[in-house]
C-alpha cells in the first residue's frame, strides 16, 4: 500500500507539473493573457482563415507610455503593477473572440475579429477612459497610465501578415511621437 502511494503521489506531482508547463508555455506569468510565441500560433490560424474567407479583422500593437519613468522612479514592483493592471483593463474591454497577448516587455498585440479601424479606436477608448478611471496607487502615488497604438486593418491595408505587423508598429510609433509632442 505504502509503495503504491508513492507511486500515486509522484504520478499526482507530475501531472501538475505538466499542468503548469502547458500553462507558462501558452500564457505569460504576470499578466495571464497569452505570451507572444502562443498568440502567433494563434494569430497565424485566425491569418489564414482570413486570407480563406476574406474574414475582416484589425491588428493592434500597443505600447506603454511611461513604464520606464515608473520603474526609473518607483522600481520594478511598480512598473509590473503597471503592466498587470493594463492588461486586465485590455481584458476587460475585449470580446472573448478577440485575441491578446503580451508581445514583449511593455507592449501588447491585439486581434479584433471583423473590426475596422473605427471599431478599434472605439474600443481603444474605452480602455484609455477605464484607465483614467481606475486609478493605479503605489505607496500613496496614482500611477497614471497611457498608451500609444497602432493598427493595420486586414485586408483594407495589406493581405500580407508581416506588412501587416509593420504597418501597426509604423503607426504605434507616430501615435508615440504625437503623444509626447503634446505634453
Not at 4 to 15: D, F, R, T, V, W
Not at 64 to 92: C, P, R, S, T
Not at 109 to 122: I, T, W
Not at 164 to 171: E, P, V
Amino acid at each position: 500500500m505504502e509503495y503504491l502511494a508513492g507511486q500515486l503521489s509522484l504520478a499526482i506531482k507530475n501531472m501538475l507539473l505538466l499542468e503548469k508547463t502547458i500553462f507558462l508555455s501558452r500564457y505569460d506569468g504576470l499578466t495571464k493573457i497569452y505570451q507572444r510565441h502562443y498568440f502567433d500560433e494563434l494569430f497565424d490560424g485566425i491569418y489564414k482563415r482570413a486570407l480563406r474567407y476574406t474574414e475582416p479583422f484589425s491588428l493592434c500593437l500597443l505600447d506603454l507610455d511611461n513604464l520606464k519613468q515608473v520603474n526609473d522612479v518607483f522600481g520594478h514592483v511598480a512598473g509590473d503593477m503597471v503592466i498587470e493592471h493594463f492588461a486586465k483593463i485590455l481584458k476587460h474591454n475585449i470580446r472573448e473572440t478577440d485575441l491578446l497577448g503580451r508581445y514583449g516587455g511593455d507592449e501588447f498585440l491585439l486581434v479584433l475579429l471583423n473590426a475596422d479601424l473605427k471599431d478599434v479606436e472605439d474600443k481603444l477608448k474605452n480602455v484609455s477612459d477605464s484607465l483614467n478611471s481606475e486609478n493605479l496607487c503605489y505607496n500613496g502615488v496614482n500611477l497614471n497610465t497611457q498608451f500609444s497604438y497602432g493598427v493595420a486593418c486586414f485586408p483594407k491595408d495589406s493581405s500580407d501578415q508581416n506588412e501587416l505587423f509593420k504597418i501597426a508598429d509604423a503607426r504605434m510609433y507616430t501615435n508615440k511621437i504625437k503623444q509626447k509632442l503634446k505634453c
